[in-house]
T-cell receptor
Framework: ETGVTQTPRHLVMGMTNKKSLKCEQH?????MYWYKQSAKKPLELMFV???????ENNSVPSRFSPECPNSSHLFLHLHTLQPEDSALYLC???????????????FGPGTRLTVL | TQLLEQSPQFLSIQEGENLTVYCNSS?????LQWYRQEPGEGPVLLVT?????EVKKLKRLTFQFGDARKDSSLHITAAQPGDTGLYLC??????????FGTGTSLTVIP
C-alpha cells in the first residue's frame, strides 16, 4: 500500500450505531488530519494530530471522537450521529517541516458516510 | 479564520478551450497547493508553489503564485474531458495550518 488509505470506503449507519473510520498513511509523515466535506460546502477541518498529539479541534461535536495511536494510524469513532452528519470524511497527512521550506497535504480516498 | 476565495465557482466549457481559475486571499501563505478532486474521491495534489511570482507547468496546466504570496491562478490550455473535476486551492502557514478555498467545479464537454 502506498499513500493514504481509508476504510471503509462507504458506510451506512443508524443514529444509534457506533462505528469507526480508519486511516493509515504510508508516507512517513508526522501529522494527520480529519476533514468533513459536505455537498456545496468547503472542506471543514475537524481534527489535527501532530506527533500523535491533538493540536486542533475545530469545535467538533463530541459524537465524533478521534484517536491517534501512532504516527501512521488515525481513527474517527462515531456514535449517536445525526442525519446532517452524512458527508465524505477525508483523512490527510503531512510532514511538518519544522521551519523548513514548505509543507503539503496528501489525502486518502475518503469514506462516504450516510446516517439514516 | 483565513479565507480563500476561488472564482469562478462553476465553469462549463467545450473541449479544446482555455480557462483560468483564480484563488484569492488577503493573507500571506508560506506555500499554496492546488488539488483536483473527482466525485466520491479524495483531492489529489497537483502542485505546490512556494516563491512569490513562481510559475510551474504540468503538461497543459500552468500554475502561478502571486508576487505577494496571497493569490494564485491555474490556467488550463486546450481543456479535455479528463480535466473535469473540482479544483481546490489550499494555503499553508508554518506548521500544520492549511486553509482551503471554496472550490471551482469544472466540466469539460466533449
Amino acid at each position: 500500500e502506498t499513500g493514504v488509505t481509508q476504510t471503509p470506503r462507504h458506510l451506512v449507519m443508524g443514529m444509534t450505531n457506533k462505528k469507526s473510520l480508519k486511516c493509515e498513511q504510508h508516507l512517513g509523515h508526522n501529522a494527520m488530519y480529519w476533514y468533513k466535506q459536505s455537498a456545496k460546502k468547503p472542506l471543514e477541518l475537524m481534527f489535527v494530530y501532530s506527533l500523535e498529539e491533538r493540536v486542533e479541534n475545530n469545535s467538533v461535536p463530541s459524537r465524533f471522537s478521534p484517536e491517534c495511536p501512532n504516527s501512521s494510524h488515525l481513527f474517527l469513532h462515531l456514535h449517536t450521529l445525526q442525519p446532517e452528519d452524512s458527508a465524505l470524511y477525508l483523512c490527510a497527512s503531512s510532514q511538518d517541516p519544522a521551519g523548513g521550506l514548505y509543507n503539503e497535504q496528501f489525502f486518502g480516498p475518503g469514506t462516504r458516510l450516510t446516517v439514516l | 479564520t483565513q479565507l480563500l476565495e476561488q472564482s469562478p465557482q462553476f465553469l462549463s466549457i467545450q473541449e479544446g478551450e482555455n480557462l483560468t481559475v483564480y484563488c484569492n486571499s488577503s493573507s500571506v501563505f508560506s506555500s499554496l497547493q492546488w488539488y483536483r478532486q473527482e466525485p466520491g474521491e479524495g483531492p489529489v495534489l497537483l502542485v505546490t508553489v512556494v516563491t512569490g511570482g513562481e510559475v510551474k507547468k504540468l503538461k497543459r496546466l500552468t500554475f502561478q503564485f502571486g508576487d505577494a504570496r496571497k493569490d494564485s491562478s491555474l490556467h488550463i490550455t486546450a481543456a479535455q474531458p479528463g480535466d473535469t473535476g473540482l479544483y481546490l486551492c489550499a494555503g499553508a502557514e508554518d506548521g500544520n495550518q492549511f486553509y482551503f478555498g471554496t472550490g471551482t467545479s469544472l466540466t469539460v464537454i466533449p
